[in-house]
DNA sequence: TTATAAACAGGATGATCACCCTGTTTTTGG
DNA sequence: CCAAAAACAGGGTGATCATCCTGTTTATAA
């Protein structure tokens, strides 16, 4: 029952935002009660907050951090995650936008919890990144680039992308930040 | 008064977003009734729609489209702009964010109208430097630069640092971008 | 001046919102 | 088997929201 509401709260902040969508909506699309949506989730920041802890965060984990942890270099991680979600989207007919981005510009402002758990998620995936550039240093590769750096430009040129991608409703820019990504 | 209540509503989308400005604030903050508020915009998407159209399309103009057209070229032109911009965050303490990419994330998918004016001011900017990209090119430089590309991933650089320097409260993502687009 | 419309004022309205409260059912530990 | 707590139902509540409506003032034009 738990599951189901962040399954149904999860999905209604990625189309629709936070303050779009209302308890109403959730006891509807995940056919709750409301004293059921309550005894789980006391308030609505409640909730939200374990959307970003346990879905969100998840997300990043599983989309990016985990991909480039297991690719043969950072740059081969960063390109094959890029090009992975230009395909899905490409075959999705649709663009519904990164959610720790939607979340991130709606909430971070709106309250310190929400900030800080949003910024931890962003740290922790350019982290990633990083560590893998240091990694490939170890073995001789990637002498010019400070990690830092690039993880930034990885994690800013997606974000912003997919930005683009859901304003246009076009997976586009990700290709073309991948090509220019790839000069870097 | 108009003027008045663009100015404070562009000023409450940009701080706390459209769906957390309610008409009462905006008419609290411009000092106007709700009739002068309803005579002038007859809906809230009327409002934002000319907050789109008239105060943020000019902003980006503004920040971006002018100075990297005056620039002496593309890649100077967006350096100076992230200079610029990281410099005004540092000496101002706070971050919020920029205006386009956080009313484009809200609304994009809210509403075809407000996808299509936010899509357009996109495209502008990318525009504008693709096509700075192509004067430079014109005289010879950046013979290897795909215009498109590179505009992509600056816009997209910007504004996926832009996020995550509001998330942190601090504009390093900024400089980190910059530094990392140096060598793009 | 005067007719006409635009600009403005401010209370009213119905819908919706997050949240609460009183019970009932289900689970669980001793 | 039995208390005690957790899980769940579902109607209720005050606040807030965008919008509307009836007037009044101000600008405009002939």
């Known amino acids: 029952m738990r599951c189901k509401v962040l399954d149904a709260a999860e999905a209604a902040f990625q189309a629709r935002g936070y303050h779009a969508t209302s ?15 309550h005894h789980h989730f ?8 374990a959307v970003i802890e346990e879905r969100v965060a998840a997300a990043v984990e599983a989309t990016w951090i985990a991909p480039v942890k297991a690719a043969v270099s950072a740059r081969e991680g960063v ?4 090009e992975a979600v230009a395909t899905e989207l490409e075959q999705q007919g649709f663009v ?3 959610p ?8 971070s402002l709106a309250d310190p919890d929400f900030r800080a758990a949003l910024a931890g998620i962003f740290a922790a995936w350019r982290k990633a990144i990083a560590d893998k550039i240091k990694a490939d240093q ?6 010019g680039t400070d990690p830092q750096h690039f993880a930034a430009l ?27 990504l790839g000069q870097a």
């Open 154 to 180: 990885a994690v800013a040129g997606y974000s912003g992308a997919m930005s683009m991608a859901k304003t246009a409703q076009d997976p586009g820019p990700l290709r073309d930040c991948l090509a220019a």
């Open 79 to 82: 390109r094959a995650v890029f």
């Open 23 to 37: 308890f109403g909506d959730l006891m509807t699309v995940a056919g709750v009660s409301g004293g059921a949506l």
């Open 100 to 107: 720790l981005n939607n979340l991130a510009h709606e909430l």
């Open 138 to 143: 170890q073995e001789g590769r990637e002498q």
């Open 96 to 98: 519904r936008g990164c």
């Open 42 to 49: 006391p308030t609505k920041k409640a909730l939200a907050l």
